[in-house]
């Protein structure tokens, strides 16, 4: 299979290689050619890709279910980043709830948070890869915002609800410059107009979405663009 594109100047783009084969095993070879228009910057050097990879990992995101007592322990149904690319066949989807509103880590829409131990130096565009399907989105468009708040600071790009359908798509978003050392990271998977009990004049088809993660089919994950010192 060939695929050709045309691309901008730095364009952010990502390549999901997928099979559903499955048997018998075969090896999968991928080749990628870059052809320039135009003539190449001299003050322009080859980069190597520092990104580190978050993926959306864990039960039930958020923090609206109650601690599951297991063994005598209480492990919480909240989900977390994990650094390990997910190889799971069954992927984790949920879909929010047609209540709440639009502030950060909120009880009723998907978000996702973990603390950087290592405190990397990130700096350039972050940007996220979510999985997405909506039933009533396009009926009714609303907008979905995916939220990333870096040291609490928030980040947000809008994706107009008629581009989200009924299969599951991918969306590669964006976010503006950080230049930090980052401690903690978390993602929300928002939507307006917001429908709460009070705001009642509100469509109920504008908030429902829902987020397909943990898995090898949908990788949903977010990119911190580190600085290394190598």
Request: charged share 20%; hydrophobic share 35%.
């Amino acid at each position: 299979e060939t695929v050709t594109t045309s691309l901008a100047d730095c364009q952010l783009f990502d390549v999901e290689v997928r099979s559903w084969a499955g048997s018998p095993a075969q090896v999968l070879s991928l080749e990628i050619e870059v052809t320039p228009v135009g003539d190449a910057d001299p003050d322009v050097l080859p980069r190597t890709d520092t990104r580190r990879a978050l993926y959306l990992a864990g039960d039930r995101p958020g923090n609206l279910t109650p601690p599951q007592d297991t063994a005598g322990a209480d492990y919480p149904f909240r989900a977390t980043f994990s650094d390990e690319r997910p190889t799971a066949n069954m992927p984790n989807a949920t879909t929010r709830p047609v209540v709440g509103s639009t502030i950060p880590k909120n009880p009723f829409q998907p978000w996702w948070a973990g603390q950087l131990e290592d405190f990397p130096l990130v700096s350039g565009k972050p940007s996220a890869l979510v999985w997405l399907s909506s039933p009533t989105q396009q009926q009714d468009p609303g907008t979905v915002l995916v939220q990333l708040f870096v040291n609490g600071t928030e980040h947000t790009v809008e994706i107009p609800g008629e581009e989200l359908t009924q299969d599951v798509r991918p969306f590669l978003v964006e976010f503006p410059e950080v230049d930090t050392q980052v401690f903690e990271v978390s993602l929300q998977v928002a939507a307006l107009p917001v429908v709460s009990p009070n705001t009642a004049s509100e469509h109920l088809g504008d908030a429902n979405h829902t987020v397909w993660f943990d898995s090898v089919q949908y990788q949903s994950r977010v990119f911190l663009p580190v600085v290394t010192t190598d």
